[in-house]
């Protein structure tokens, strides 16, 4: 949330200059309020823990939050019952002629496939293109990352040799005050859990997009377009604690030598505990991301502009 001070107060310049939002009295008198409405589009096949990770994060501010959880209906989940996404979930045909100020497209285990090869491509197309008129700000998260930036932008993604998973170092990577990463050190971490990335070359070739965090392991980690209305996360900030672990060993059943998860085990060990060191990172950049659309979303949803990704 911003903090109001007195108009001409020299501290205001500083704190401009450090990223920090500010305003007035007279703009805080004018302000009209209402809950942000965000939309999420959940492809994980752990339906339930996912929407704990999301709305743990999302909760974390003092602004109200209208969440509302998206489902595919091209294709039906097979790890949760249809009584919970009938109870919980929409579906894109009930909800597109809506607005939103937010949308969130989490990760997919479908990885392994061509874009065009997955069950529910058109309607993540169709979904993605919707977003361009009726959100204002997304934030794509691992696959959905990709996914965005291959149809957005035709960045194609690449693949690994080995999965990479663990908890990895990243490093801010731009100099000026960019909103989603205010508070956060030039060094943190965030958990990541995939066999693909992005395609340097092209999205360097990009000038919408800049890549605001990178890491040596991981490649670009965090991606922007320049106005911040789509953000996208190669890595997993919501993970719990216990994800790494749990993919681990849902791994061990069928690989006698999966991957361990890099600098997430104490002294690396499976045997230990786990070390949680991103979760404060994790917060930040979700409240960042929300008090980002309280801030440049209009009052009134119909008064949104298009984006052009052209």
Not at 63 to 78: D, G, R
Not at 88 to 102: L, M, R, S
């Amino acid at each position: 949330m911003p903090i109001i001070l007195p108009k001409d107060l020299p501290a205001i310049e500083t704190l401009k200059e450090e990223g920090i939002f500010a305003m007035t009295p007279e703009r805080a008198n004018i302000q009209a309020i209402r809950p942000l409405k965000i939309i999420l589009l959940n492809l994980m096949p752990t339906k339930i823990e996912t929407e704990a990770q999301f709305t743990r994060l999302l909760s974390n501010t003092p602004l109200q939050v209208h969440l509302t959880f998206l489902n595919t209906e091209s294709y039906k989940s097979k790890n949760i019952s249809q009584a919970h996404l009938s109870d919980f979930y929409t579906v894109f045909n009930d909800i597109k002629h809506e607005k939103f100020d937010g949308l969130i497209v989490t990760g997919a285990p479908v990885e392994h496939l061509k874009f065009e090869e997955v069950d529910y491509w058109k309607e993540i197309q169709e979904i993605l293109k919707w977003s361009k008129t009726n959100v204002y700000a997304t934030m794509h998260i691992c696959w959905g990352a990709q996914a965005a930036l291959y149809h957005h932008y035709g960045i194609e993604k690449i693949s690994y040799d080995r999965k990479l998973t663990g908890v990895f170092k990243q490093r801010i990577q731009v100099k000026r005050p960019v909103d989603l990463l205010r508070g956060l050190d030039d060094v943190f971490t965030l958990p990541h859990s995939r066999y693909t990335g992005v395609n340097l070359p092209q999205l360097t070739h990009c000038q919408t997009l800049e890549v605001l965090v990178d890491g040596e392991c991981t490649g670009p980690s965090i991606i922007q377009r320049r106005d911040g209305r789509q953000t996208f996360m190669m890595g997993h900030a919501e993970y719990d604690r216990d994800t790494l672990k749990n993919e681990y060993l849902r791994d061990l059943k069928t690989n006698d030598q999966p991957e361990l998860p890099v600098d997430y085990f104490k002294d690396n060990d499976p045997q230990q505990e786990v070390v949680a060191q991103w979760t404060s990172s994790a917060h930040l950049l979700f409240s960042n991301w929300i008090n980002h659309v309280y801030q440049e979303t209009s009052y009134d949803l119909e008064e949104l502009q298009p984006l052009n990704t052209k």
